[in-house]
């Protein structure tokens, strides 16, 4: 059996372009996608992007703010192909995303 482990305590965390936002990729696939989770301190910004495939973020701590839908622990978004959201921390939080493809950010 091929599985792929990563415990918390071996986890590389990398900053993030903006600003209060850092992130730990867990895996890639062959399409582009990734499966990540993120650190947001509060009032850090995501700005707009978009997934070429499917997405999926479930919050493991605090509050955020995606396209206006406040979401906390526990709760869960699925965007499809090509919707646009951006991420607002609105306390220090930490996300699990998991992508098919690959993101492109809106300018």
Do not use: C
């Not at 399409?31 to 990540?36: C, E, L, V, Y």
């Not at 220090?92 to 493809?101: C, G, R």
Request: a negative charge; aromatic letters at 6%.
């Amino acid at each position: 059996m091929d599985i792929l482990v990563n415990r918390e305590v071996d986890r590389d965390w990398a900053m993030s372009d903006s600003t209060g936002i850092e992130r730990s990729v867990l895996r890639r696939n062959d399409q582009g996608g990734r499966t990540f989770i993120i650190r947001m301190k509060k009032g850090a910004h995501y700005p707009q992007h978009k997934y070429q495939g499917h997405a999926e973020i479930m919050i493991l701590n605090g509050q955020v703010l995606i396209s206006g839908v406040e979401l906390s622990k526990g709760d869960y978004l699925h965007t499809r192909r090509g919707e646009a959201h951006d991420i607002v921390a609105l306390t220090d939080a930490e996300l699990f995303i998991s992508t098919e493809q690959a993101m492109t950010l809106i300018t």
